[in-house]
């Protein structure tokens, strides 16, 4: 099956001294099993039938998730950081190691 993708130049496999292919499993952005849903809806390599929406816009619900989750992890991180933009940004135009926080300074939550 992956075979006749790696022929419609959707993917690409690395060879073996053997010869034979590896596929990364996530090889086109999709994991293998939905590859094998949508080569029945391959026309061309720029085309596809109207059977593949269902799986395509399940993989493009899934790839939503994932990315507002990555979103609401990365927010709070940049929130912690950008007071120190700052200073890091011109420490490494200088450079110069970044200074350590006393702990007077530290954004750390008190434990006490």
Same mark, same amino acid.
């Given at each position: 099956?992956?075979?006749?993708?790696?022929?419609?130049?959707?993917?690409?496999?690395?060879?073996?001294?053997?010869?034979?292919?590896?596929?990364? =499993?996530?090889?086109?952005?999709?994991?293998? !099993?939905?590859?094998?849903?949508?080569? #029945?809806? $391959?026309?061309?390599? %720029?085309? +596809?039938?109207?059977?593949?929406? =269902?799986?395509?816009?399940?993989?493009?619900? !899934?790839?939503?998730?994932?990315?507002? #989750?990555? $979103?609401?992890?990365? %927010?709070? +991180?940049?929130?912690?950081?950008? =007071?120190?933009?700052?200073?890091?940004?011109?420490?490494?135009?200088?450079?110069?190691?970044?200074?350590?926080?006393?702990?007077?300074?530290?954004?750390?939550?008190?434990?006490?």
């Amino acid at each position: 099956m992956l075979r006749r993708y790696e022929n419609h130049h959707l993917t690409r496999a690395r060879r073996t001294p053997a010869g034979q292919r590896l596929f990364h =499993p996530d090889a086109v952005g999709l994991p293998v !099993a939905a590859v094998r849903e949508l080569l #029945d809806c $391959v026309l061309d390599t %720029d085309r +596809l039938e109207p059977c593949a929406v =269902p799986t395509l816009a399940e993989h493009l619900r !899934a790839y939503h998730a994932r990315i507002a #989750d990555l $979103v609401s992890t990365r %927010d709070p +991180l940049q929130e912690l950081r950008d =007071p120190f933009q700052e200073l890091i940004d011109s420490s490494t135009a200088q450079r110069q190691p970044l200074p350590r926080l006393s702990s007077s300074q530290s954004t750390a939550p008190d434990r006490g």
